[in-house]
Structure formats: structure tokens, C-alpha cells
């Protein structure tokens, strides 16, 4: 005869949860309504209760899916089209100024500022820091290392470049120009794209090889 488990085994992490299923529309409803407020008044200001009532649920709806403030408004930003992958092209070059592109336009969003600035002051909470780390900063710069590393494997960069500083001057530039108060050209991306790639010992590709011409 087979024994029971104990009773205070803990559960499988893939063992189905009681209860009612999850909605995505309040997800979907509380994420635009933090966004909202991002933009509006700062992480700082966010009130988890203005979120809820705005997005017709309640805090205890809010807090069993996002624990904590912070991981709520992580997920807020995370949740962006931005923040995601971007559709890969023919040629790394091309991949490096579509995600450079995509860092651009999260950062200045209205409700992408407030976060941004938030930890530049270095001032914010350490679970904020580690959860915008984990959910924001190391995707994008795995997703950028990648795609160096596949330019490098492909001959287009040196086979020695230093990859892991390349990867830090991709978006600490923009950090840089906006701490010294300065707006970067619209055409930042390519242009980051291309200092990096010939500091890596790589010619840009040009309209003859399949990508706009660099000005």
C-alpha cells in the first residue's frame, strides 16, 4: 500500500493553484493605470490603491499577483513592446540600431523617465534596483552581447573585441548625455551602433551591403 504524503508537503512549482483562473484583462488594466502614474507623478508617488480603483479591482487582486510596489512597477515597464526582443534582421548591424532603438523609445516614454531617473539618483530601495535589474537591464544586455557575439562568430567584429564594455557603451552613452543634460540626436541609435561596431574592429555595412547608408 502506498503511504500519503505528509500534510505539510509543500506543493510541486508546477502543481495547478486553486481557485479562479487569472484574469489578463486586469492585468492588462493595472498595468497601463501604474504606467499612468509613472508618467504622471513618479515610482515614489505610485499608490497601489489609486491603481486599483482605476483599473475597477482591489489591492488584494493587486498584491496577489505583484507582491510588492516595486515588483509591480517593474513589471509595468517590463510589460512594454520596448522592453521585449525585437524581430531580427539579416544582419547584426541592423539587429544592434532596432534594439539600441528600442532602449530609446522605453527610456523616453513619459512613464519610462520617472524610472529611469529614479535610479540614476541611486537613491531608490534595493528591491526596486534588483528587480528593474533583473527585469529590464540584464534582458537588454544579454539581448545586446548576443547580438555582438553573433557579428563577432559571423568574422564582421575582431575575434578579440572586447564584447562586455562594448555592450556598456551601447546604452551608457544615453545614460551619460542625460545626466549632463544633454537630449541625444534622433538618430542615436545608429549612431551608437556605429562607434561601437568599428570599436570592435567591425566596417558598418553600407546601402551596397543591404543596410541604409550610414550619414
Do not use: N
Not at 549612431?191 to 561596431?197: I, K, M, N, S
Amino acid at each position: 500500500m502506498s503511504s500519503s504524503p505528509p500534510i505539510d508537503a509543500a506543493p510541486r512549482p508546477d502543481a495547478p493553484r486553486a481557485g479562479r483562473p487569472r484574469d489578463d484583462e486586469i492585468d492588462r488594466r493595472v498595468l497601463d493605470q501604474v504606467r499612468r502614474q509613472l508618467a504622471d507623478a513618479g515610482y515614489e508617488a505610485l499608490s497601489v490603491a489609486a491603481v486599483a480603483a482605476a483599473a475597477g479591482t482591489t489591492r488584494a487582486a493587486i498584491y496577489r499577483r505583484w507582491p510588492d510596489k516595486a515588483d509591480l512597477a517593474t513589471a509595468a515597464i517590463a510589460a512594454l513592446p520596448e522592453a521585449a526582443a525585437q524581430p531580427p534582421h539579416d544582419h547584426p548591424f541592423d539587429d544592434l540600431v532596432a534594439e539600441l532603438d528600442a532602449f530609446r523609445r522605453g527610456v523616453v516614454r513619459p512613464d519610462g523617465l520617472p524610472m529611469v531617473g529614479t535610479m540614476l539618483l541611486g537613491t531608490a530601495e534595493p528591491v526596486l534596483v534588483d528587480r528593474y535589474r533583473e527585469r529590464i537591464v540584464r534582458p537588454r544586455r544579454a539581448r545586446l552581447r548576443a547580438i555582438l557575439e553573433r557579428a563577432r562568430d559571423d568574422g564582421a567584429l575582431d575575434e578579440h573585441a572586447d564584447l562586455e564594455l562594448a555592450v556598456t557603451m551601447c546604452t551608457g552613452s544615453w545614460y551619460a548625455a542625460a545626466l549632463a543634460g544633454v537630449s541625444p540626436p534622433a538618430d542615436w541609435p545608429r549612431r551608437v551602433a556605429t562607434l561601437v561596431w568599428r570599436a570592435c574592429g567591425g566596417q558598418p555595412p553600407t546601402a551596397q551591403t543591404g543596410t541604409a547608408q550610414l550619414r
